[in-house]
């Protein structure tokens, strides 16, 4: 039995794949931050729930709407759903992102991803000690 067969393993592994995933898309949005008419996106809040049952995951794949726009693979096959991100602020060129927000957002994700992390780590060292192993 290896670790990721355990339930809690495979959840905090899940959540960092969907982490990793969100930077990406947020990435892209800042890359895209002074493009004519571009709207964000972010990914739907990650559930546990919804999660557990998933069987196989459907590809996600970014899209440019506008020939400028700055896209990339990196949460093409992450298994994710994303979404279109609710613009409180529109500039006059019709861009919706702020970067201030998506600043936020990436240190949030970053801190996130460090907290799943942490505790997948620390679950590893409390099986090693019930395990009796030391290293």
Known sequence: MGL???????????????????QGLLAENVANAD????RGRDLKQYNFGDRVNMVSSPEV????TQPRHITSSIGAS??????????FEVT????GI??????MKVTTNMMDYQAATNLYQKSVRILRTAMGKTA
Do not use: C, Y
């Open 98 to 103: 702020t970067l201030e927000d998506e600043m």
């Open 61 to 64: 794949v970014t899209q440019a």
């Open 35 to 38: 493009n004519p008419g571009f």
């Open 92 to 95: 006059p060129r019709g861009n």
């Open 4 to 22: 990721m067969d355990l339930p809690v393993f495979a959840a905090l592994t899940d959540k960092m794949r969907w982490h990793q995933a969100r």
């Open 78 to 87: 992450s298994g994710f759903s994303d979404q279109r991100m609710a613009n």
